[in-house]
């Protein structure tokens, strides 16, 4: 096997393990790839890559047993794994590509490492949607590309497959002084040309293509999560403050303008009714019906058309990107036109409590758009609390665990019910309007209260009743817990709210972004027709409680650092891409279309236009020339023009410009042994031992012979430029 062929198997190899570290690299991505085996099999390709002869000292037998090893391991992984199949597939991908890596690779071998990396790219490309993927998936293809050029060009060759021994004499500088020599301005014209056709059949493709939402035409490729602890069916003391310590990203809003967003937003989540001794639960959707037979639905109207008659509504279209792994449950600011999704969303809702969520949070970005949110209304009664405008009582102690009921429920201590009812006695003492008395309410705890992150930790009994008592410091969902409480106490129907509240501006792209650290729990008060915000945390909302009705330019934060463009072209990615349905899809064809018609109006008019002036100066010139001798000088100058150039161009000196060059398309190796002759050509150095006619026959071989070797030729290249300067000591 000749050096050069050597060298090209072991680029070939290096260029598979490349491409298998970048499969890695994408598929580190999803949370249920990390682990053991993403960290041996990570390590284990990066040490192979560093020591390429360490393959080779491995027995055959073991070799041999490995399959049989890998596929034991996956049958009881899979049985471990429960109804769960994707990740013991991808943990099993990721095993037979290091089998794959730490064995000798012949072409068949190289095919088949291909195939594993597209397998694990694609999936993370599937469940993750991230912009990294789109810079993953083109090295993956420039990778692939050579690897499969290098097997078309090794099958070429006599040594079609490789050998073991090939690495038996490797020496990385060789190595790296064959890549560099091999490397040439051809090679990158033609990885240019390559690179902007790859693009531009990826667009092409990308625009074509109909819309295929996978998670929806293949259900078990839906991986779900649990969302963040704090915004769950079941809220404990802390969980939402644990949220507020993370300054990722929980929301993208692309809003109509900055001047459509209220003062200060409050991005509504869940409502929670059900008390049980420092934690909320939503009593609704805890035991509603399984998520699996949820209806699925493209867009959804839930509240009446007459209530966006007005002008009073943001006139717009607004468009969510929540991040993977925050919640099931969609944020809204408020009433809504209409809910749109890509494609058809499994979706539970409840209008009248203003929650919807999705069956789990998702592993990637979810986006939705609402058009027309009010944000200046309080939230109407809804069909759940009928028994509350109406003043039913509950029948049996039962009732008092099902929603409405529960928004007036204290299911704690006798001792502890009556210390609340004591002190919302003496707080709401003469007042019969519920709103005065939420504002009572609230006045008490901020005057008896601070902020605080860290309010400490409570013994037994009910934790908020002992914070009432010690009239500690506390965070945003102890306020909000008491303010329920004691408003129940006091008679009045009060539920808990968790969500965002705030947000900040990135004046890149112009979009909202609300961080998981503006994660906030707050509390709406019935008056008998509506429900009523109320942020009773100091800092939070203004003092009465009522939504803003004011929108416009606001204090929000500007983010314009360097973090703020990362995330604008984040931003940017899920416009074009991932919000790509089809309706922009429809858009942009009907676009193209247009401008295709336009097109061929204005060429055709072109065309006529031409034609009709081409004619009449036809026709103008053919009287000049019947009737002036000058216009047949001049085309009998023009005719001997036309000879002239023709022959020049043929036969003369324009003639060499055109002749095909020697050395043109030819190896760069043949070409610098052209030039290398013709400087030995011109040399004047004495040759005194015949030296020059034999490096001159040498050259004619690398340059006239048969495929020449690497080494070898910059060998020679080095012996006629030491010529070429005289050094004769070393001949």
């Known amino acids: 096997m000749t050096s050069d062929v050597v060298q090209l198997h072991r680029l070939k190899w290096f260029a598979g393990q490349a491409l298998a570290l970048l499969s890695l690299w994408t598929v580190a991505a999803l949370d249920m790839a990390q682990g053991v085996v993403l960290g041996i099999v990570f390590l284990v390709t990066f040490v192979v890559t560093v020591a390429p002869r360490l393959p080779g000292m491995i027995p055959v ?85 050579g690897i499969l050029y290098l097997v078309n060009l090794l099958e070429s060759t006599e040594e079609k497959q490789t050998s073991e021994k090939i690495w038996d004499t490797f020496n990385w500088r060789e190595f790296i002084v064959f890549v560099r020599h091999s490397l040439s301005g051809g090679l990158f014209r033609s990885l240019a040309i390559l690179l902007v056709l790859l693009v531009a059949t990826t667009g092409i493709l990308f625009v074509s293509i109909p819309r295929v939402y996978l998670d929806q035409a293949i ?108 919640s099931r449950y969609l944020p809204i600011l408020g009433p809504f036109r209409e809910m749109a999704f890509q494609g058809r969303q ?90 005065e008395k939420a504002e009572r309410i609230m006045a008490y705890l901020r005057g008896r209260h601070s902020y605080t992150l860290s309010p400490g930790s409570f013994g037994e009994g009910d934790p908020v009743v002992q914070w009432i008592q010690e009239e500690r410091d506390g965070h945003c969902e102890l ?13 009045i129907p009060t539920r808990m709210v968790v969500g965002f509240s705030g947000g900040s501006w990135n004046s890149y792209e112009d979009y909202f972004v609300v961080r998981n650290r503006n994660a906030h729990a707050w509390a709406e008060v019935f008056d008998g027709t509506n429900w009523v915000r109320f942020d009773p945390t100091p800092g939070g909302w203004n003092a009465s409680g009522f939504t803003a009705a004011a929108v416009g330019e606001t204090g929000f934060f500007q983010e314009a650092d360097f973090q703020a463009w990362i995330d604008s072209l984040r931003v940017m990615w899920y416009r074009r891409v991932i919000n790509f349905d089809e309706s922009t899809q429809q858009e942009m064809v009907s676009g193209i279309s247009a401008l295709v018609k336009e097109m061929g109006v204005v060429l055709k008019d072109w065309v006529s236009g031409s034609w009709r002036f081409v004619s009449n100066w036809a026709k103008e010139f053919g009287v000049a020339l019947r009737e002036s001798v000058v216009a047949w000088a001049v085309l009998l100058g023009v005719t001997l023009l036309v000879v002239f150039l023709a022959w020049f161009l043929s036969f003369g000196p324009g003639a060499k410009w055109l002749r095909y060059r020697p050395g043109r398309g030819l190896a760069p190796l043949r070409q610098k042994a052209g030039r290398e002759i013709k400087r030995l050509e011109r040399s004047k150095t004495e040759d005194v031992f015949g030296i020059k006619m034999k490096l001159m026959e040498r050259l004619m071989e690398v340059r006239f012979g048969r495929s020449p070797e690497t080494n070898a030729a910059i060998r020679l290249f080095r012996e006629v430029r030491s010529f070429v300067r005289g050094k004769e000591a070393k001949w």
């Open 61 to 145: 037998f073991l070799r041999r047993l490995a399959t049989p090893v890998l596929i034991l391991v996956f049958i009881v992984d899979l049985v471990t794994s429960g109804q769960d199949l994707i990740p013991p597939l991808i943990r099993l991908l990721m095993a037979l590509l290091l089998l794959r890596l730490v064995i000798p690779r012949g072409n068949r071998e190289d095919l088949q490492l291909i195939l594993l990396a597209m397998f694990l790219a694609v999936v993370s490309g599937v469940f993750t949607l991230s912009m990294l993927f789109a810079l993953q998936a083109f090295l993956f293809s420039i990778l692939s590309i």
């Open 346 to 435: 499994p979706l539970q809702a409840n209008p009248g409590l203003m929650v919807f969520r999705i069956p789990e949070a998702t592993t990637s970005v979810f986006s939705f758009q609402i058009e027309d949110f009010l944000v200046d209304r309080f939230l109407p009664a809804g069909k759940d609390d009928v028994p509350l405008t109406t003043g039913e009582v509950p029948s049996g102690r039962s009732a008092l665990n099902r929603y409405p009921y529960t928004t007036l429920s204290l299911p704690m201590q006798v001792e502890e019910r009556a210390y609340l009812e004591e002190v919302a006695g003496s707080i709401t003492e003469g007042i019969e309007d519920p709103i």
């Open 219 to 326: 259900p078990f490729l839906r991986l779900q999560q649990q969302g963040m602890s704090g915004f769950n069916d079941t809220v404990r003391f802390g969980e939402v403050t644990r949220i507020q310590q993370d300054d990722g990203v929980a929301l993208r809003i692309d809003v109509p303008g900055l001047s459509s967003i209220p003062a200060e937003p409050y991005w509504r989540m869940l409502i929670l009714d059900r008390y049980d001794r420092g934690s909320f639960a939503n009593s609704l959707f805890l035991t509603s019906r399984g998520t699996r037979m949820l209806p699925q639905v493209n867009r959804l109207s839930p509240y009446p058309s007459r209530w966006f008659a007005g002008a009073e509504n943001s006139p717009e279209t607004w468009t969510f990107y929540m991040e993977g792994g925050v």
């Open 479 to 491: 306020f909000a817990g008491a303010f329920t409480l004691l408003g129940r106490a006091a008679g």
